[in-house]
């Protein structure tokens, strides 16, 4: 019900930055908790990163904490994702997601929790 498209993947060396968008439904994107997943070849789905509907709460995955920063502008209905310090271990293809009616008291880590996906931007990082 709610279309998504990534943008801004590719290709970088360790050490360097990517910054993905996720372009959203207008009317509905402010009701929406928003997040990034991301999946590499053989490995199931796994959670990066949300933001909740009004921006107030951020939640990240360990392994990108500290690196990356979740962002979104409502009034543009746009959520981004800004990675730095990549490493080669965050090789993977990234989706946007939205989910309804989730709960800004918790966590949302899962990706069976959210109910719209995008296409999936790739990120590759050498060396």
């Known amino acids: 019900q709610v279309p998504l498209v990534e943008s801004g993947g590719g290709l970088v060396q360790a050490g360097g930055s990517l910054r993905l968008s996720c372009e959203a439904s207008?009317?509905?994107?402010?009701?929406?908790?928003m997040g990034w997943f991301r999946q590499a070849p053989g490995k199931e789905r796994e959670f990066v990163s949300t933001?909740?509907?009004?921006?107030?709460?951020?939640d990240y995955a360990d392994s990108v904490k500290g690196r990356f920063t979740i962002s979104r502008d409502n009034a543009k209905s746009t959520m981004s994702l800004q990675m730095n310090s990549l490493k080669p271990e965050d090789t993977a293809v990234y989706y946007c997601?939205?989910?309804?009616?989730?709960?800004?008291?918790?966590?949302?880590?899962?990706?069976?929790?959210?109910?719209?996906w995008g296409q999936g931007t790739q990120v590759t990082v050498s060396s």
């Open positions: 933001i909740s509907a009004n921006g107030g709460r951020t």
């Open positions: 207008g009317r509905t994107f402010s009701t929406y908790v």
């Open positions: 997601a939205a989910g309804q009616m989730m709960y800004q008291a918790v966590a949302h880590t899962s990706p069976a929790e959210f109910d719209y």
